[in-house]
């Protein structure tokens, strides 16, 4: 179940890359809303502009023209520090796990906490441990990443992603170097703790085999929202 909260509000968004003549649109009067507890899948080609709109909504570049409010931050001339602040607020899954090597994977997890002054350190690794075995990965709290597979690599990604409980997680082809069972198990891993979490998830994916886990398919053309239906599957 969703609710009629906005935690993404887009209105009107336009964003181009280069200067002058070689200026070129690559997101065009973008218009979209997503609820809370809404599990959003944008599709579209390469370059159609799907992950340029997944990092504006991240609060990891500023936004040029338009209206974007996430979380009920308004994103354009939003300072620095709002910037950082609103993304220590969001999850983040993306196509590589981006685990430090020299971490365990429950030291992994516990990054994203480090970004939250009001969770005691002495927490860390209660909060992290649980989170890693909601993913299956209880055998694997205190391995490195070298010492586990890609599918597991991505739990670890998804545990921390999701161990401070974010309202909102923005994840980019988290399936891409999977293999299919892999990668189904990923996004239904996904699936399950967004419902457990009420969270918001708007995942940018190539992937067709996973589109039934969403309630919402957002295609993308050349930069433009092109189709924004319920998913029928």
């Keep these: 179940m969703t609710d009629s909260h906005p935690i993404v509000s887009i209105f009107n968004?336009?964003?181009?890359?280069?200067?002058?003549?070689?200026?070129?649109?690559?997101?065009?009067?973008?218009?979209?809303?997503?609820?809370?507890?809404?599990?959003?899948?944008?599709?579209?080609?390469?370059?159609?502009?799907?992950?340029?709109?997944?990092?504006?909504?991240?609060?990891?570049?500023?936004?040029?023209?338009?209206?974007?409010?996430?979380?009920s931050h308004q994103l354009k001339g939003a300072s620095k520090e709002k910037l950082i602040y609103i993304r220590s607020q969001i999850g983040f899954i993306f196509q590589g796990h981006n685990l430090l090597k020299c971490l365990t994977a429950w030291e992994n997890v516990a990054m994203s906490l480090k970004l939250h002054k009001n969770i005691p350190v002495k927490e860390y690794k209660a909060r992290s441990t649980a989170m890693l075995k909601a993913v299956g990965l209880e055998q694997y709290v205190n391995a490195y990443p070298e010492n586990i597979s890609g599918g597991q690599k991505q739990r670890v990604a998804i545990a921390r992603a999701l161990v401070s409980q974010p309202k909102l997680v923005l994840a980019d082809e988290p399936t891409a170097s999977l293999d299919s069972k892999s990668g189904r198990d990923v996004v239904e891993i996904i699936q399950q703790l967004a419902k457990e979490q009420h969270c918001t998830i708007l995942l940018v994916t190539h992937d067709n085999r996973i589109l039934d886990i969403a309630d919402r398919v957002v295609h993308m053309e050349d930069g433009k929202l092109v189709s924004n239906n319920l998913s029928s599957i």
Excluded: C, H, M, Y
């Design 13 to 71: 968004l336009k964003q181009t890359f280069g200067k002058g003549t070689l200026q070129k649109a690559v997101l065009v009067d973008i218009n979209l809303d997503i609820n809370l507890g809404e599990i959003v899948i944008l599709t579209g080609s390469s370059g159609s502009g799907k992950t340029t709109l997944l990092t504006l909504i991240g609060a990891l570049r500023s936004v040029q023209q338009g209206s974007l409010k996430v979380l």
